[in-house]
């Protein structure tokens, strides 16, 4: 019961903690033991089980989500953060933006030539 309170967003649900319990259940029977999140949906989706299993579906999609989402969130405002406090009163907003993307993206901004960056 608590699973199904904590589920419902503005008095609907999109998953049925019941239904979802009877799911796991009957899905661990197609998935071995130790099967990581993305494997038992890439199995789900590629023998055609998403529709028997509903709600296992959306909440592995949900599971696969959050984490990506939560820790890009959190590294873009910490370095938006440090980079504010460092230059807050020396920087107009568009110069503000893109040295807080070459931050966050830092790994991809370091594989960009600066040859090709010069041409455009």
Same mark, same amino acid.
């Given at each position: 019961?608590?699973?199904?309170?904590?589920?419902?967003?503005?008095?609907?649900?999109?998953?049925?903690?019941?239904?979802?319990?009877?799911?796991?259940?009957?899905?661990?029977?197609y998935?071995?033991?130790?099967?990581?999140?993305?494997?038992?949906?890439?199995y789900?989706?590629?023998?055609?089980?998403?529709?028997?299993?509903?709600?296992?579906?959306?909440?592995?999609?949900?599971?696969?989500?959050?984490?990506?989402?939560?820790?890009?969130?959190?590294?873009?405002?910490?370095?938006?953060?440090?980079?504010? #406090?460092?230059?807050?009163?020396?920087?107009?907003?568009?110069?503000?933006?893109?040295?807080? #993307?070459?931050?966050?993206?830092?790994?991809?901004?370091?594989?960009?030539?600066?040859?090709?960056?010069?041409?455009?």
């Amino acid at each position: 019961r608590a699973l199904e309170t904590v589920l419902i967003y503005d008095g609907m649900r999109d998953l049925d903690a019941s239904d979802l319990g009877d799911e796991l259940k009957a899905l661990s029977r197609y998935i071995s033991a130790g099967s990581t999140p993305k494997a038992v949906l890439e199995y789900m989706c590629t023998n055609k089980m998403t529709a028997l299993f509903p709600n296992a579906f959306v909440a592995l999609r949900i599971l696969l989500t959050l984490p990506v989402t939560v820790a890009s969130g959190e590294r873009s405002f910490s370095k938006l953060k440090l980079i504010k #406090t460092h230059l807050r009163s020396t920087m107009t907003q568009e110069r503000l933006v893109g040295l807080a #993307t070459i931050s966050i993206e830092h790994e991809l901004a370091q594989t960009v030539y600066l040859q090709e960056a010069e041409a455009v």
